[in-house]
């Protein structure tokens, strides 16, 4: 197995999973939860030879319970938008052909830094001010936000938000930076996952000193947040 050296696409498994985070992030909407699922599992067969995976497409399918020709169809996407390469190889003994190679592709690197995609953003921009923070009137019960992390309850969102930041305008403000971050994410995260994020990211926000633009912070935050989110979901090996 050694001929697997001569394909080595990185220097090191950090660079690997930078590599395959990026993929998924630039390719996020081309790809579906099935084409996701082979690339996790070709990176985590290409750690030896660093982004090198020798593998069967039965093997693949059998690993993620889908069927071969689901499989070779997500195997081709991904040759597609050219996160892999597809590399033949030949029984040394036996003759005919083996298990294909499969390279993960360092992705493209765009000087344009406006192209440059990471984890899919709100499609609308959230426009902050510099106003110094009102701190007479921004409430934030920490005891009730931590027992809201683990509430069951059928409270709306706008409710639970209620409960934490008294000052309405201010709260309108931070609410719809979690609607803008989250809109687009409810087809892949359970709403109570997604609304735990915002409810964590408002404890976090009020809970530094010194913050001029308060609700600039808190966006920042959530971001940073549903960015570590994204990771830790598509690349739980």
């Given at each position: 197995m050694r001929y697997l050296s001569q394909h080595q696409s990185f220097q090191s498994v950090a660079?690997?999973?930078?590599a395959l985070y990026r993929h998924?992030?630039?390719?996020?909407?081309?790809?579906?939860?099935?084409?996701?699922s082979v690339l996790k599992m070709l990176g985590r067969y290409?750690?030896?030879?660093?982004?090198?995976?020798?593998l069967k497409a039965a093997t693949i399918a059998q690993s993620i319970?889908?069927?071969?020709?689901?499989?070779?169809?997500?195997?081709?996407?991904?040759?597609?938008?050219?996160?892999?390469?597809?590399?033949?190889?030949?029984?040394?003994?036996?003759g005919g052909y083996g298990a294909n190679l499969y390279?993960?592709?360092?992705?493209?690197?765009?000087?344009?830094?406006?192209?440059?995609?990471?984890?899919?953003?709100?499609?609308?921009?959230?426009?902050?001010?510099?106003?110094?923070?009102?701190?007479?009137t921004e409430a934030c019960t920490y005891s009730s936000a931590k027992e809201l992390l683990n509430n069951n309850t059928s409270c709306s969102p706008y409710v639970r938000f209620k409960q934490l930041i008294a000052d309405k305008k201010l709260r309108n403000r931070i609410f719809g930076v979690w609607i803008a971050h989250t809109s687009y994410l409810r087809g892949a995260y359970s709403d109570s996952v997604l609304l735990n994020v915002?409810?964590?990211?408002?404890?976090?926000?009020?809970?530094?000193?010194?913050?001029?633009n308060i609700v600039g912070y808190y966006n920042g935050i959530l971001d940073r947040m549903l960015d570590r989110l994204y990771l830790a979901e598509t690349f739980s090996l």
């Open positions: 660079a690997l999973n930078e998924t992030c630039d390719h996020y909407f081309a790809m579906h939860e099935t084409d996701r290409a750690v030896k030879y660093v982004g090198v995976a020798h319970g889908k069927s071969e020709k689901t499989v070779r169809r997500a195997l081709s996407k991904l040759q597609g938008l050219g996160v892999i390469a597809k590399m033949k190889t030949l029984r040394q003994v036996s390279v993960i592709q360092p992705p493209v690197v765009v000087n344009d830094q406006s192209q440059v995609s990471s984890r899919p953003k709100a499609e609308k921009p959230v426009t902050t001010t510099s106003e110094p923070a009102k701190k007479g915002g409810i964590t990211a408002v404890m976090t926000a009020f809970k530094s000193t010194g913050v001029r």
